[in-house]
């Protein structure tokens, strides 16, 4: 049986990456070679998928420069073959792109339109995910009654994820000191200590620890 049809296509993916990189070059460089061995787009559907992770994956590596035509083009791919989940991701990274750069507002454009694919398509890894950036965005942006909404309703999502539920539990805490309410940061940094001392995080133990101070 042919590999692409043996394997989930972001295994699929990772394997092509890793192949390309087995030469030591850089990582962006081997992804160009992997989308350049790919056909023109509009033959398969399988690799025209690819392609879209592909240019997801350059996307990702060119966070906080200036230009990103990669996910760009990623979302026009996705669109075009009509991948719930490929429009997901593209947006998710489009908008931690422009989130990187300072453009909150249009970061969280971005955001929402991943999240309402996400919620549809019952994602609640990356449902909380993209609420926490949100929640991270508003919270810059000034509006930090907004910014804890997204945090809890993240958390909501989280419950069952530990790594990330450990970082909004510190992350609402924070949010509630910023609004004045202590009791409730204290509930929510206690809670995300205990969690964090039952993963062995040491670094979250510290910094719940250090934030309960008087």
Request: hydrophobic content about 40%; charged content about 20%.
């Amino acid at each position: 049986m042919h590999l692409a049809y043996r394997y989930p296509l972001f295994l699929l993916v990772g394997f092509l990456i890793s192949f390309a990189s087995s030469s030591q070059t850089p990582k962006i460089d081997s992804l160009k070679k992997v989308l350049a061995s790919l056909p023109p787009e509009g033959r398969s559907y399988r690799n025209d998928t690819i392609r879209m992770l592909v240019l997801c994956e350059l996307g990702k590596e060119s966070i906080g420069k200036k230009i990103t035509p990669c996910i760009e083009q990623a979302i026009l791919e996705a669109n075009t073959i009509g991948w719930p989940k490929g429009i997901m991701v593209a947006y998710f990274h489009h908008g931690r792109h422009y989130g990187a750069l300072g453009s909150y507002y249009r970061a969280s454009q971005s955001l929402f339109k991943a999240l309402s694919v996400s919620e549809r398509l019952q994602d609640v890894q990356m449902s909380s995910k993209i609420l926490l950036n949100l929640g991270n965005f508003y919270q810059v942006m000034g509006n930090a009654v907004k910014g804890l909404e997204f945090h809890l309703k993240a958390l909501n999502y989280a419950r069952n994820i530990p790594d990330i539920k450990l970082k909004l539990l510190n992350l609402i805490g924070t949010d509630y000191v910023r609004l004045s309410n202590y009791s409730k940061a204290e509930y929510y940094l206690l809670k995300g200590r205990k969690l964090a001392k039952l993963y062995g995080n040491k670094t979250y133990q510290v910094v719940s620890l250090y934030l309960c101070l008087p």
